[in-house]
């Protein structure tokens, strides 16, 4: 039995042209990738683009990585500067630099079409919480409990020490209860987010994933778009 191929085998092929090498990466990485960018945009359309110009600028990018890092490392250090880019396109005083330690999802996309597939108002509540924290926290914790990574697993992703992230992850959780606070419609409905929000986020998980599931010629029409470079 052929062991799998690995991610950066599978790359080195998609940048000499081979189409279904790079339809099989994108495939093996698109649920994360589309996971990151669905509740910091406000329709389908931005975030299906910046996940394709996610899986694209790793063909581009030929200098910033060469292997020596993981290569999921490799796609979501691509996957912020895209939504860096976005975000600084989406942003009403342009001319200002962003600050993730600041600048909200809310304060880019007033609204989310995340919240709109969850059928339970305690995902929901979870859902628009995340968006008015500062990008940085949401960041994090979002790939806490919808990834489940460790605050190691997530300095090393982000390339930040680790007692950065454990601190975003502690003032986010903070900011995240006074926004569920905020939000909620009643005392029960906020007690039963803030009491189990890993399993909340593992069931938004779940209904991003049946939502995001991609068509079966998006990996390849992907590849079409990036090699041969």
Known sequence: MDLPEDD????????????????????????????????????????????SETFLGCTRARDGFR???????????????????????KHKRQGEAIDFGV??????????????????????????ALREIPLDYQIAIELNIFEELSGREIAELLSIPEGTVRG??????EQLRVQL????????????TITDLEGWARKIRRVLDRDDEPEPDLASGAAKLGGPL
């Open 103 to 128: 600048v909200c999802a809310k304060d880019v996309t007033p609204s989310t079409m995340s919240s709109v597939i969850m059928r339970r108002r305690e995902a929901q509540l979870l859902v628009l």
């Open 168 to 173: 975003r992850l502690r003032l986010g959780k």
């Open 67 to 89: 292997g020596d890092t993981s290569f999921r490392r490799y796609v979501f250090a691509i996957a912020l500067n895209v939504l860096r880019n976005y975000i600084r396109q």
């Open 8 to 51: 950066w085998t599978l790359l080195t092929a998609w940048r000499a042209g081979d189409r279904l090498a790079g339809g099989r990466l994108v495939q093996r990485h698109f649920g994360a990738v589309s996971r990151f960018f669905r509740n910091k945009v406000s329709c389908a359309d931005d975030a299906a683009e910046l996940v």
């Open 181 to 192: 606070a905020r939000l909620a419609q009643t005392p029960a409905e906020l007690q039963a």
